[in-house]
Structure formats: C-alpha cells, structure tokens
C-alpha cells in the first residue's frame, strides 16, 4: 500500500492541463542539471589560473560531477520508494542548490569539487524519477513521442551548458557558472512541490548499501590515483595504494552483484550477447563522447586563444544537428541492421574527431565547428540503435533493469574515459615539452634567430639591455610549452578516434538484422 497523492488524483484536481504543468516541472529540473554538466568546460583556463593547478585537477570538476552522476543513478528507486516522487524531486533540487552555491563561494578548490559531487549525485538521482513521472502520466501511444522531446531537450541542453557557460564568464566571473542555474532550480522546486505525485511505499525499501558502497569507494580510488599520479609518481606508494583499493573493490563490487538477491545491477543480462556485447559499445563510446564534449572547447582556449563564449558556440551547431537527427534516426532504428547504425555512428565520430589531431593555433574557427557537427552527428545515429538493440532481445520484465544498466555503463565510461584522457594530456604534454626543449642548444638556428628578434624588439620598446636575454629566454620557453600543448592536444583527439574505431570491433560482432536473437 501507498500513501499520498497518485497521478490519478491530480488528475481528477488539475484535469489534463496536470500533464503540462508536471513535465514542465521535470523538463525544467533535468535541464538545469544537464546544462550543468558542460558549463564547466569553458571555464577550465579560468580556474587553472585562479587556483595556480594543472589541467588534471581542473578537469575534476567535470569528472567529479560525472562520477557522482553515474553512482547516484543507483539510488533512485530507494528514493522513491522511501520519500516518494515529490519529497525526492524537491530533496535532490536542495541538494543540488547546495553544491551551486558551495562551488559559488568557495575559497578552497576542493570545497568546489565538493559542490560539484553534490550536483552530480542530486542530477544523477533526479533524472530516472523524472523520466519515470513523464512515462505515467501520457498514455501508451503518446509515451515514445514523450520520451522523444525529453531526449531532444536534453541533448540541446548538452549543446547549450558551453554557451550559457561562456556568457557567464564574458560578462560576469567564473563563478557564476555555478550561480546562473538558480532560478530555474527554484521554478522547478516550487512546480515540483505541487504537481509531483506524493506517493510512497509503506514499510520502507531493500537497497544494497555493500554494493553501493564498493562502486563508490572504487571509482574515488580510481579518479584520485588517476588525478594525482602525474605529480606524485605513477610507481609511488600514494598511487600503489590508490591503485589497489579501486581494483579490490572493483572486483569485490562485481563478485557481490554476482552473488543474487537484492543488488544494484543484474548482472545475469550479461549472458544475453547482444546486450552485453551493447553494454561494451556503450562503454567505449561514453569514453569518446565524453571526451570530445569536454576536449573541444578546452582546445579552442588554450591552444587557439579563443575567448569562453566562442569556445562555447562552437558545440552549439553539433548540438542543434544532434536534435534536429534524432527523430529521424530513431525511426531508423526500427528499420535498418543495428551493425549497420552503430558503425556509421561510430565513423562519423571518428571522421569528426580524426581531423583534430592534425589541429593547431592556425586552424579556421569554421573548420573546428564543422569538424563538432560531424563527430556529434555520430551520437544521433549510436545512442537510438545502442538502447533499441539492447533492450530488443530482454524479457519485458528485464526492461528497466536493462535500461539502467547501459546507461551506467555509457556514463560510467564517459566519467573514467575523461579523467583518464586528461592525465593522458598531461603526459603527453611534459612528454613533449622535454623533447622540444631538448632542441633548444646553440646549434638551433631558428631559436637564435628568434632571440635575436625578440632582443631587438625589447631593445626597441626601452627595455634595459639587462632584460633583453631573460625576457627573450621567457618567451622562448613559452612558445615550447605552446607547441608541447598543441602537439599534446593532437595526441589526445588521435587517442579518441582510436577508440571509436575499438568500438566497432562488438558493433561488427552484433547480429547482422536487428531481429537477430541471443
């Protein structure tokens, strides 16, 4: 039995104006968190220079987020069932207005982290529920047309989290990044706290605390090895550590999901071998998605010079594409090989993304777009065909446990695939920053020629012939760590693109028609 208002009876009090006005409650709320997740990314060269930190700290703030998202997906149904649809929408809005305003006013870098990990936990718990409250309150033959505008919204919010970021930081500070949201926060939790079913379970939920534990525990080792290794040794005993407890509480975490009973995943759905062989496309490709969201704009500052706004509008055009293909290539989903949709998804990424290794401070803005609105145009053909052939062969009692679970593992690759990308930068980076400095002796003709020049000019602007050589040296050295960054750059987009092509491999081993069974 349950207590509280149903959806029937605000049907009966609101009549069928209700539907409007309790999915723009949940369209408004699922917006602002996803906008959330990419508004970041413009302002990584900001808060590097803000905090005096490197790269792979920066990017915590959009793998923190990430990870907290993925890990509190599992909590939503015990939510539900404990505080019902409207005290857990309302709880995860507060929540979530916590971490913006911690991230707002903090002094410290890792009290903004922290604010980021509440966004996330609060973004990744709301999200199911809303879907959930949209699917009960449209009828059977309306709810794929409803799923498919909340789809399309929020890949446009994907699109515009860059933009609205780049404004922020334009014409107010980087903080604001954090702040923007807020009023949409509060229209949704006012809406929310009137039109969301109250409903909830009496007697309390089973939930696997082990379980939950485990994965959280194993992805902060693994994001906290990965982040700090660079600086304190990859061989120290600190990453060692680190090390060793993710991979022990990784396995421990699949053994125990193993085990039956009430756990977090089910992982019997993998002996389907279209389904598992879905879950590692989903994976792979998460890591690429995920990377390429955050690496394009982040390239755009750093290696072109250009300001957080144009960074932003870069990836408004991929993401406009991204919404205007979907209904198109979802209905195709039903007719062509998913082999078939899932590859020419992943060339597309690959063939958007391939063109970026060669990218440096003199390519064409409009060249760098293009490249975006080719390689997302691949996530309109993945996404549809990855879930529909996942799902296709489940029992209907499989469903939601199934959907669930490739969508942990796409997001869950996207989170790990980011960190692990940025230490992959950074290495790269000092890897080729040494080398060209090693180059940097006498015999080098044209960093002579360079000093030379910069002597001159300093000499011509009134600088003290005592400065000429440490201001030409100065520049010199950043003009290497230039080059090492965009060649580090271009390593990094090469590494994407390899993995879209890894990704193929289980795309090519599914069944060739999309009726193909086990």
Same mark, same amino acid.
């Given at each position: 039995?349950?207590?509280?208002?149903?959806?029937?009876?605000?049907?009966?009090?609101?009549?069928?104006?209700?539907?409007?006005?309790?999915?723009?409650?949940?369209?408004?709320?699922?917006?602002?968190?996803?906008?959330?997740?990419? =508004?970041?990314?413009?302002? *990584? !060269?900001? @808060?590097?220079? &803000?905090? %005096?930190? +490197?790269?792979?700290?920066?990017?915590?703030?959009?793998?923190?987020?990430?990870?907290?998202?993925?890990?509190?997906?599992?909590?939503?149904?015990?939510?539900?069932?404990?505080?019902?649809?409207?005290?857990?929408?309302?709880?995860?809005?507060?929540?979530?207005?916590?971490?913006?305003?911690?991230?707002?006013?903090?002094?410290?870098?890792?009290?903004?982290?922290?604010?980021?990990?509440?966004?996330?936990?609060?973004?990744?718990?709301?999200?199911?529920?809303?879907?959930?409250?949209?699917?009960?309150?449209?009828?059977?033959?309306?709810?794929?047309?409803?799923?498919?505008?909340?789809?399309?919204?929020?890949?446009?919010?994907?699109?515009?989290?860059?933009?609205?970021?780049?404004?922020?930081?334009?014409?107010?500070?980087?903080?604001? =990044?954090?702040?923007?949201? *807020? !009023?949409? @926060?509060?229209? &949704?939790? %006012?809406? +929310?706290?009137?039109?969301?079913?109250?409903?909830?379970?009496?007697?309390?939920?089973?939930?696997?605390?082990?379980?939950?534990?485990?994965?959280?525990?194993?992805?902060?080792?693994?994001?906290?090895?990965?982040?700090?290794?660079?600086?304190?040794?990859?061989?120290?005993?600190?990453?060692?550590?680190?090390?060793?407890?993710?991979?022990?509480?990784?396995?421990?975490?699949?053994?125990?999901?193993?085990?039956?009973?009430?756990?977090?995943?089910?992982?019997?759905?993998?002996?389907?071998?279209?389904?598992?062989?879905?879950?590692?496309?989903?994976?792979?490709?998460?890591?690429?998605?995920?990377?390429?969201?955050?690496?394009?704009?982040?390239?755009?500052?750093?290696?072109?010079?250009?300001?957080?706004?144009?960074?932003?509008?870069?990836?408004?055009?991929?993401?406009?594409?991204? @919404?205007?293909?979907?209904?198109?290539? +979802?209905?195709?989903?039903?007719?062509?090989?998913?082999?078939?949709?899932?590859?020419?998804?992943?060339?597309?990424?690959?063939?958007?993304?391939?063109?970026?290794?060669?990218?440096?401070?003199?390519?064409?803005?409009?060249?760098?777009?293009?490249?975006?609105?080719?390689?997302?145009?691949?996530?309109?053909?993945?996404?549809?065909?990855?879930?529909?052939?996942?799902?296709?062969?489940?029992?209907?009692?499989?469903?939601?446990?199934?959907?669930?679970?490739?969508?942990?593992?796409?997001?869950?690759?996207?989170?790990?695939?980011?960190?692990?990308?940025?230490?992959?930068?950074?290495?790269?980076?000092?890897?080729?920053?040494?080398?060209?400095?090693?180059?940097?002796?006498?015999?080098?003709?044209?960093?002579?020629?360079?000093?030379?020049?910069?002597?001159?000019?300093?000499?011509?602007?009134?600088?003290?012939?005592?400065?000429?050589?440490?201001?030409?040296?100065?520049?010199?050295?950043?003009?290497?760590?230039?080059?090492?960054?965009?060649?580090?750059?271009?390593?990094?987009?090469?590494?994407?693109?390899?993995?879209?092509?890894?990704?193929?491999?289980?795309?090519?081993?599914?069944?060739?028609?999309?009726?193909?069974?086990?």
């Amino acid at each position: 039995m349950g207590t509280g208002e149903s959806v029937d009876d605000l049907f009966r009090r609101y009549g069928d104006s209700y539907r409007v006005l309790v999915t723009a409650a949940g369209m408004t709320a699922s917006f602002v968190m996803v906008i959330s997740s990419t =508004i970041v990314n413009v302002a *990584i !060269p900001d @808060v590097m220079g &803000a905090f %005096g930190i +490197g790269q792979d700290q920066a990017q915590l703030m959009a793998t923190a987020f990430n990870v907290a998202m993925v890990t509190s997906q599992l909590l939503n149904a015990w939510v539900v069932a404990v505080f019902g649809q409207r005290y857990g929408f309302c709880g995860t809005l507060l929540v979530f207005t916590i971490g913006s305003f911690i991230g707002g006013f903090a002094e410290d870098y890792g009290m903004i982290v922290f604010g980021r990990v509440l966004q996330g936990a609060a973004a990744g718990c709301i999200q199911p529920l809303i879907m959930v409250t949209i699917f009960q309150v449209f009828p059977a033959d309306r709810r794929g047309f409803a799923m498919g505008v909340y789809g399309m919204g929020l890949t446009l919010a994907v699109g515009l989290g860059p933009v609205l970021g780049g404004v922020a930081i334009e014409l107010l500070d980087w903080r604001y =990044i954090f702040l923007a949201p *807020i !009023p949409l @926060v509060f229209l &949704a939790l %006012g809406l +929310g706290f009137i039109f969301m079913p109250s409903v909830r379970k009496e007697g309390g939920q089973a939930f696997d605390w082990a379980g939950y534990a485990l994965i959280n525990i194993a992805l902060f080792c693994c994001m906290t090895g990965l982040t700090d290794g660079q600086r304190e040794g990859w061989v120290s005993n600190y990453t060692t550590v680190y090390s060793l407890i993710a991979l022990a509480c990784g396995i421990g975490f699949v053994l125990w999901q193993a085990r039956g009973g009430e756990t977090l995943i089910d992982v019997s759905l993998f002996r389907n071998r279209n389904f598992a062989l879905c879950a590692i496309i989903a994976f792979t490709f998460g890591m690429g998605n995920f990377g390429t969201a955050y690496a394009v704009p982040v390239f755009g500052q750093l290696v072109q010079g250009q300001t957080a706004l144009d960074a932003g509008n870069m990836m408004l055009p991929a993401a406009l594409i991204v @919404v205007l293909a979907l209904p198109f290539t +979802g209905r195709l989903a039903d007719v062509i090989s998913p082999r078939v949709g899932i590859m020419a998804g992943l060339a597309l990424f690959c063939l958007g993304t391939l063109p970026m290794a060669g990218a440096d401070a003199n390519t064409p803005y409009l060249h760098l777009v293009l490249f975006a609105v080719v390689a997302r145009g691949g996530m309109s053909f993945t996404m549809p065909f990855i879930m529909s052939t996942a799902l296709r062969t489940l029992r209907p009692e499989q469903l939601n446990a199934g959907g669930g679970t490739i969508n942990f593992c796409r997001q869950l690759g996207g989170s790990l695939g980011l960190n692990a990308w940025v230490v992959f930068l950074e290495v790269r980076t000092h890897y080729h920053s040494d080398i060209l400095a090693a180059t940097q002796s006498a015999d080098n003709t044209s960093s002579r020629e360079m000093l030379s020049d910069v002597g001159r000019i300093l000499g011509e602007a009134g600088v003290p012939s005592s400065i000429h050589e440490p201001g030409a040296l100065h520049y010199l050295g950043q003009v290497v760590h230039a080059q090492a960054n965009t060649i580090g750059f271009q390593d990094g987009f090469l590494i994407l693109a390899i993995s879209f092509l890894f990704a193929m491999i289980p795309a090519w081993l599914l069944g060739r028609s999309r009726r193909d069974g086990n």
